[in-house]
């Protein structure tokens, strides 16, 4: 009933609904080919895009509440799917599984019945016992609701991150979680997608579904343009998927509990996850509680040996109500030496002490995804550390560049030539796939990939503004950078007669593949192995000793009618032979505290190791700026540091 209420009161409605988009992602609809034949009667991605009143080039307008409060109300939002905590009453319930606590509830009972038949105070010792139950009861049910409470905000922080999206004609960084159907979300390697999508666009896409429909190979996706059967289109993002190769743009589908993922969750809501430490605690536990039985046996034969000799020898009653008063008494006693010798809370406590430190943590900016990297870091005696983003700041700008044989630390339009100028941010804007935004100050604000918006920045410095050149119907093919590749490539129509063919990328790979430099007054000079080497030896190697990550720029022509256009994309004929234009040193600068975190580390006998894909001249330099490697460390053949 609510939802004409809603509606009705001002909500917009769209042109498909919640049930219609499940199905257009459901794994069976996609295997038959059902969901493609679905999409097509909808009138294909454009289709979809009007039913859901989204502009491909501005996305979903932020500003506007009502279109964002209706989406949410017909589509569902993107909350994170947490366990639900256990209720207080049902942790109460829970304590009575434990054996010992029903034992010893037993013997209260029976304690306070026979104490109120045979004394007039008789049920104090009963009723104390209860109290004692009761106590119990209530710390380790608080204990434990705090714990699930507390992992409860930990299990929410654990997916969350930020991924890139067209709002309002702007690409901009968005929680996962404020994702609604309708968003336009960039695609990038390694990408893990956290909703349902409908491909919009894409280069050389290739996705993992394995974690999501069990299958091991890689699926291959592409926007349908025929939605025939030889086609083979599959523009279907899954989410929990992930991006292994390629970029893209797509349309988001489901969210939350309405897609893929979502529903996969809410079936296999799982326990929280024992450590090692709490196992091996549980173990100690129990050994400790043997220990208790055996003990408690041992002493409640002594105790009934000693009262049977005692009545014995004093010819006392020995079958009376007053023996079964002691047995009941013994008996009590036994359960009491039980209860203190199991350390019940040992691994209770360890759990809380846990969730407190990876909290305490998370204030220090430290998330922690793993539980059991809180007990075992500190016995620690190696780091492995990633270079970009964790030693240093992640915010990359071009300190220096090589073009037309001069190397460059102010970037003026006066010192290099107007052609090789344009080839160089020309190919730079085209060829890129990042998005940097100027905020209201003036500065740009990096989305994307670091690397690129640093290539970018300098191009507008040199009047370019890649906002006019991408995107553009004249791009035809992209090919994305993959760490296995270290270089992008965009084929773009020069003219009705001539494709451009622009190279970007780790500068020790694309130089392999030049044979001609870009020169003054746009003339070229052939490049012979001596002559590259020379590059390598005087430019890339002189830029990596200053910690500069270097970029080569490239690009060569080729004619139309040499052009088949068609996949698999051949690197022999269009990435060899090209013209070498620039040569960027890239500067991603240290984290202020590092220096002296390593040394902290060095002080602890920890030793510091760094992780990356950079030049190895780059990175000895790098190392030797942090003090992970000594000043006067030297590259040797025979090193393996």
Not at 85 to 97: A, D, G, R
Not at 103 to 116: E, I, N
Not at 592 to 615: F, L, S, Y
Request: glycine letters at 8%; proline letters at 3%; hydrophobic letters at 40%.
């Amino acid at each position: 009933l609510e939802e004409p209420l809603l509606r009705g009161g001002g909500l917009k409605t769209y042109g498909v609904t919640r049930e219609q988009l499940e199905d257009l992602l459901d794994q069976d609809n996609i295997i038959e080919g059902t969901s493609l034949q679905k999409l097509k009667g909808m009138g294909g991605v454009n289709g979809l895009l009007n039913l859901l009143g989204v502009g491909l080039k501005t996305g979903l307008n932020p500003d506007d509440e009502v279109d964002m409060q209706s989406r949410a109300s017909a589509f569902g939002e993107n909350l994170a799917i947490i366990k639900q905590p256990k209720s207080f009453w049902s942790l109460i319930v829970i304590q009575f599984e434990d054996h010992i606590l029903r034992v010893l509830t037993a013997a209260a009972f029976v304690s306070l019945v026979l104490g109120l038949a045979t004394e007039e105070n008789g049920w104090l010792e009963g009723a104390t016992i209860f109290l004692a139950i009761a106590i119990i009861l209530l710390v380790t049910a608080t204990n434990n609701y705090l714990k699930e409470k507390q992992f409860q905000k930990l299990n929410a922080q654990r997916e969350l991150r930020d991924v890139t999206v067209i709002r309002g004609g702007k690409t901009v960084q968005l929680n996962i979680y404020k994702l609604i159907v309708g968003d336009l979300m960039h695609i990038t390697t390694g990408e893990k997608f956290p909703v349902d999508g409908v491909l919009l666009r894409g280069n050389m896409l290739n996705i993992d579904e394995s974690s999501i429909t069990g299958e091991s190979h890689l699926i291959h996706k592409s926007v349908p343009e025929t939605f025939s059967a030889e086609e083979k289109a599959n523009p279907f993002m899954v989410s929990g998927s992930e991006v292994i190769e390629g970029t893209g743009l797509m349309v988001v589908v489901g969210v939350g509990i309405h897609s893929r993922q979502g529903k996969l969750k809410l079936k296999l809501q799982e326990e929280d996850e024992t450590t090692p430490l709490q196992l091996k605690l549980a173990t100690v536990a129990n050994d400790i509680g043997r220990i208790g039985y055996v003990s408690a046996l041992i002493t409640f034969a002594v105790m009934v040996l000693h009262y049977i000799v005692e009545r014995l020898y004093t010819h006392e009653c020995l079958f009376c109500f007053e023996t079964i008063l002691k047995l009941v008494d013994f008996f009590i006693v036994c359960v009491t030496i039980i209860v203190v010798a199991v350390p019940e809370g040992l691994p209770l406590a360890v759990t809380i002490a846990l969730a407190y430190s990876v909290n305490k943590m998370k204030d220090e900016n430290n998330l922690v995804r793993v539980l059991t990297a809180c007990e075992v870091m500190g016995g620690a005696n190696n780091i492995c550390s990633d270079k970009t983003g964790t030693l240093t700041q992640n915010r990359m700008s071009v300190e220096k560049l090589w073009i037309e044989e001069m190397a460059h630390t102010s970037f003026s339009k006066l010192n290099i030539g107007t052609e090789a100028l344009t080839l160089l941010c020309s190919n730079v804007c085209i060829n890129s796939d990042a998005f940097p935004q100027r905020n209201a100050l003036g500065k740009f604000e990096q989305v994307g990939n670091k690397t690129e918006c640093a290539m970018l920045e300098m191009a507008f410095k040199f009047g370019f503004d890649y906002n006019t050149l991408r995107p553009s119907d004249k791009i035809k093919k992209v090919v994305p950078f993959s760490s296995a590749r270290k270089r992008m490539t965009t084929l773009y129509q020069l003219d009705d007669t001539t494709i451009r063919v622009f190279v970007k990328g780790a500068s020790e790979i694309v130089i392999d593949r030049c044979k001609e430099l870009l020169i003054a007054n746009a003339n070229t000079r052939r490049l012979n192995p001596q002559a590259i080497e020379d590059i390598k030896t005087n430019v890339i190697r002189s830029f990596a000793k200053l910690s500069l990550r270097t970029i080569a720029v490239a690009y060569k022509d080729i004619r139309i009618r040499n052009y088949d256009g068609g996949d698999p994309f051949n690197e022999d004929q269009l990435e060899n032979d090209l013209t070498l234009v620039a040569i960027a040193g890239i500067k991603d600068p240290l984290r202020p505290e590092i220096v002296e975190a390593v040394e902290k580390c060095k002080q602890a006998g920890i030793k510091v190791r760094m992780v990356t894909g950079d030049n190895v001249d780059t990175a000895i330099a790098i190392s030797k700026e942090c003090g992970i490697l000594p000043s006067n460390y030297e590259r040797t053949p025979k090193s393996v540091d």
